[in-house]
């Protein structure tokens, strides 16, 4: 059994190279390169974690109050068309709450904080929302995300600029030598960060004390506070090309 298996290993391990090996057995005469490249887009959807927290010393008055906030505002954000879907709670905490030295602690009373996850999209109502959300008991802001619904289209459109990045300098370094540019034997495409769609991270940011301010249309993105910028969809791929 164990030669078996040790056979076994030995034509996985040789596979690669006989792969690239010429039909007479000589080394082949190969090229490789990496192509990179960087497509931007305009984010056209925002993912926010709006935060409800509320403290009283009984712990019953502690999780009323936060579920009566947290009620207005899922009322507000379904009262704005946001599908099902696009509404996640996605966090529920309650703790007792101390003051005071180790050994020494008093007790205070209770927190209980609830986190729901909103995906808008269309960014013109971001503004609008967050002033209704602050005006339902929101009091936190615990993060915010710019994605975009063309993922899937950037991220092709930056291989293929890749890909032909990579061919360009296959061509140049050939021409260089006096070579002649086959075709590709292995075309493998690299991690890139095509995943990495988030402009920015805010953290946790207390807004009870916040005040929105608006110039013109107050429900327009580009005249209130959001300013998405720009996601970068990146892609990288390496091609090893006979050279004839």
Not at 202 to 210: A, E, H, I, M
Not at 216 to 224: L, P, T, Y
Request: charged share 25%.
């Amino acid at each position: 059994m164990k030669k078996m298996v040790w056979f076994a290993i030995m034509m996985v391990s040789l596979t690669p190279r006989t792969a690239l090996m010429a039909s007479d057995g000589a080394p082949p005469r190969i090229i490789t390169v990496s192509g990179e490249a960087e497509v931007k887009v305009v984010p056209d959807e925002v993912v926010i974690c709006l935060g409800v927290e509320t403290h009283h010393r009984d712990l019953a008055a502690v999780k009323r109050n936060n579920s009566e906030r947290v009620r207005k505002l899922l009322a507000i954000i379904r009262g704005r068309g946001v599908e099902d879907k696009d509404v996640l709670t996605s966090y529920l905490n309650l703790r007792p709450e101390y003051r005071g030295a180790p050994g020494q602690r008093a007790f205070i009373g209770y927190v209980q904080q609830a986190v729901i996850q909103v995906t808008l999209r269309n960014l013109s109502g971001f503004d609008s929302l967050l002033t209704e959300a602050l005006q339902a008991g929101m009091n936190t802001i615990e993060d915010i995300e710019f994605q975009t619904s063309e993922l899937e289209q950037r991220r092709a459109e930056a291989r293929t600029l890749a890909a032909e990045a990579a061919r360009r300098k296959a061509v140049a370094l050939s021409s260089q030598f006096a070579l002649k540019l086959g075709k590709p034997r292995v075309i493998q495409e690299g991690a890139g960060n095509g995943e990495a769609v988030t402009l920015s991270r805010l953290g946790t940011r207390n807004v009870s004390n916040y005040s929105f301010g608006y110039s013109g249309d107050s429900d327009s993105s580009q005249n209130g506070l959001l300013a998405p910028g720009t996601i970068s969809v990146q892609a990288n791929v390496t091609i090893t090309f006979d050279l004839e």
